[in-house]
């Protein structure tokens, strides 16, 4: 039997903002890595009552890797919602690939993948690699005025992920600012000092998925070199309808801003707080560094699915429509896996960590462009401010299923 308190829930908002659970992840590996944790998720009007904390590495696989035994449809991808959803709010998630299975989910994973091919991510990396400059560049400037001090995350780690999704589906300058509140809307609704509620977060993703079906009408009418351009050129088999494309970049607006600015984050903290790394890094650059970050941070901390049959998993049976919790955060510590995993190790290789997912059909479509940003935005602070140390700790978001950091002050010299 796992020693955890009584009560004891890993998608606890409160528990994730002042930490990640690792003593209880390492308990659970060790007793009973597939743990029945009763705590409903929260949506008024649906029966449930809890979920089983999945928390090896090889069973977090296993289950990405069965959809047809693991479904993402029945339920959403996110484990625990807070009171104030719906059943109905839930139902309109599942226009979102994330939340669907196959066959409707290869067909559209097959159509928006094209706007992902290493071809297209390489032609983004010059402008990429210009922008991760300017922004260090401002975020110097920044510096200067306040005796060398700076929010790291406000002024470094949300840009880069906003200009890149912006750039990639081509949306105006003067309108990128829109889509960073709008994500920010959606995704943090369990953070008070945000003052965000569910129907916030639901209003603001109309508000997102209306920008996105003008931007696609817009560009049917007159086509340009971006994705969207691409995926509704000509509406009709092979090709997004208008409103599986807002869908579609509201899950871009969610997936690839809030992770990649907390990878970015944790990355820097992870460096400022073991300065040999961040020297190592400095002289060597090694290849292997961002997915020791994404290690490291797993901004993702948990997706959920959804027993479709009576199955068995880790020795533990599993009832049809029972909720299954992947814990990615444990996966990526599990020293079955990763020599002394709590060691942050830039060199590590290889690294089979499920930071972007387990392998399975809906495996991160954005790693690439995540890898590529991470590395560019560590490039160019080694080579504008390679001096920075940290001048606070770091300030943590509180949410169910996002490992992420606020606000990190940080210092020059
Ligand atoms: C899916 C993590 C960056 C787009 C996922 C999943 C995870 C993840 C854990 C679910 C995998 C599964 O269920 O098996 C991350 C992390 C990132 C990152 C840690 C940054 C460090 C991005 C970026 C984009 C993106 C930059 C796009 C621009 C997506 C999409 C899906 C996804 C579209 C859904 C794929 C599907 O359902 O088929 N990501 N992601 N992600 N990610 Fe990422």
Redesign the pocket.
Known sequence: CPHLPDGFDFTDPDLLQSRVPHPEFAELRGTAPVWWCAQPTGISGFQDDGYWAVTRHADVKYV?THPELFS?TTNT?VIRFNESISREQIDVQKLI??N?DPPE?TRV?QI?QRGFTPRAIRSLEGALRDRARSIVDAALAEADKNNGTFDFVTNIAVEL?LQ??AE?IGVPQEDRTKIFDWSNKMAAYDDPEYAITEEIGAEAAMELVSYAMNLAAARKECPAKDIVSQLVAAEGEGNLLSDEFGFFVI??AV??NE??RN?ISHGMHAFLTHPEQWELYKRDRPATAAEEI?RW????VA?QRTATQDTELGGQKIKAGDRVGIF?SSANNDPEVFEEPHRFDITRDPNPHL?????????????S??VL??NLIFNAIADVLPDLRLAGDPRRLRSAWLNGIKGLQVTRG
């Open positions: 990405s993402s991808a690939m994330l669907m989910h994973r928006v992920p890149a999704i990639l899950l871009l997936a690839g992770t990649t990878a994404v941070a797993t901004p993702v997706f990615y930071g972007f997912g387990g392998g399975g059909p809906h495996f991160c479509l954005g790693k462009l995540a940003e991470i």
